[in-house]
């Protein structure tokens, strides 16, 4: 079993629709929890930085992690085709040490006009 | 956030040879990592970068086939060496700063015949 687990899509939706982006995973140890977006042939941008469970908010952007469940989603309200991208979840357990991140496989998203 | 660059940005390589990339941050960061993004892939830790001493090699990674150097607190290079067509990647570098959050530079596409 991976120790992150994303599905991979791909994932189509009309543009203006609310997308819903997910990870589980096993390790308890984690508590940073990031969501990147990767354009194609670019490096990964981070999007959402949270610590511990809860819900984190920018613009169109929400974050959530529910660390009793090992969940964490990415929600994206008014899609726009921009919003086109592969979205990657990331995760540590140790911000003082080498923070190193373990990803998931990440999530092909396409935004149809 | 820190602005990073990698140089080169893509390159085509004879199998055998050897490749020094360089990762470039404009201001001073606490860590750097390499990744590897093999195609269709999530993103692969090889090691974190410490300054002034030998990198922290993952597991399945080594130094002869990979070495590191990070010279300053703004600077690294990654080295593959000895190359084959398995080493096909796209390679970034990320660092981390006072937050704890990571950033990734643009990457390197490496294709080896």
């Known amino acids: 079993q991976k120790e992150v687990e994303q599905d991979p899509g791909p994932l189509s939706v009309p543009e203006g629709a609310i997308v819903s982006l997910n990870c589980t995973y096993s390790n308890s140890a984690f508590q940073y929890f990031m969501w990147y977006r990767q354009y194609s042939r670019k490096g990964p941008e981070l999007l959402m930085y949270?610590?511990?469970?809860g819900n984190k908010e920018d613009g169109r952007f929400t974050a959530q992690v529910d660390k009793s469940s090992k969940y964490i989603s990415l929600f994206i309200r008014d899609s726009q085709p921009s919003d086109s991208a592969t979205y990657l979840c990331a995760m540590s357990g140790d911000i003082q040490g080498a923070q190193k991140l373990v990803f998931g496989q990440g999530t092909r998203l396409t935004i149809n006009p | 956030s820190a602005v990073i660059s990698q140089k080169p940005s893509r390159d085509i390589c004879q199998r055998g040879t050897s490749l020094t990339i360089q990762c470039q941050v404009d201001?001073?960061?606490?860590?750097m990592f390499w990744y590897r993004q093999q195609p269709g892939q999530s993103l692969t830790l090889i090691a974190t970068?410490?300054?002034?001493?030998?990198?922290?090699?993952e597991s399945g990674f080594v130094i002869d086939k990979f070495p590191i150097s990070r010279p300053n607190l703004t600077f690294s290079t990654l080295t593959v060496s000895n190359m084959s067509p398995e080493d096909s990647s796209i390679y970034l570098c990320s660092v981390t700063q006072g937050s704890g959050a990571q950033y990734f530079g643009p990457g390197t596409r490496l294709l080896v015949l």
């Open positions: 201001s001073q960061v606490t860590m």
């Open positions: 970068a410490n300054q002034g001493s030998e990198a922290t090699y």
């Open positions: 949270t610590y511990s469970s």
